[in-house]
């Protein structure tokens, strides 16, 4: 089962995420083989820390719980929450595999809050930017509650555009984002 994993930086915890640095990337290593994106988000200046991206999969919504909410950064305080669902690779592949690469380009995360009947189930026309693209479900995987991407893009509002049929969420947020991993 995959799930979609954001955790969220809590304002002025900067300090204590650079000190258990370590912590979090053994943490994540011992997850290498389910991980099919990661990365962290930043605010609007490009440069500071707003949260964590980790997208897994993982046997049950037990082992999904336990990931997200025994990360060091977590258990320390870092996160002030975390979005934590059931998500539906529609590319099938990982983050590593993505023709574009690592690098070049701006990357966001795109965050689709659902409001009703489901929508943008199908991967957009033009796939060549996108990195990662899904449903976010509820926890028996029944229920459609958004969409989350990770996309190549000009620009946020670019990114924001992937989403076909914007009037139809109840929110929609844009975030930067990198690729993610230990260099």
Known sequence: ???????????????LREELGEAHWAYMDR?????IARGPTFADD???VTGSVHIV??????AARAFA??????QAGVYRDVLLRRWRN???????EFPGGPSGGD??????????????????YDRDDLI??????????????GTAALVRAPDAEAARALLAHQGRYAGIEVHAWEFGGRR
């Not at 799930?3 to 002025?12: A, L, M, S, V, W």
């Not at 997850?31 to 991980?35: D, I, K, S, V």
């Not at 529609?90 to 590593?96: A, D, S």
């Not at 990357?107 to 957009?124: C, E, I, S």
């Open 57 to 62: 999969d993982l046997p049950d919504a037990v």
């Open 1 to 15: 089962m995959e799930f979609f994993c954001y955790h969220r930086d809590r304002p002025g915890s900067l300090p």
């Open 69 to 74: 909410f025994e990360e060091p950064n977590h």
């Open 132 to 145: 990662a693209y899904g449903p976010l479900l509820s926890d028996d995987g029944a229920v459609w509650v």
């Open 107 to 124: 990357r966001f995360l795109v965050l689709g809050f659902g409001a009703g009947t489901a929508v943008d189930l199908d991967v957009p």
């Open 31 to 35: 997850y290498e083989a389910e991980l």
């Open 90 to 96: 529609l590319l099938g592949r990982t983050m590593w």
């Open 46 to 48: 490009g440069e500071t």
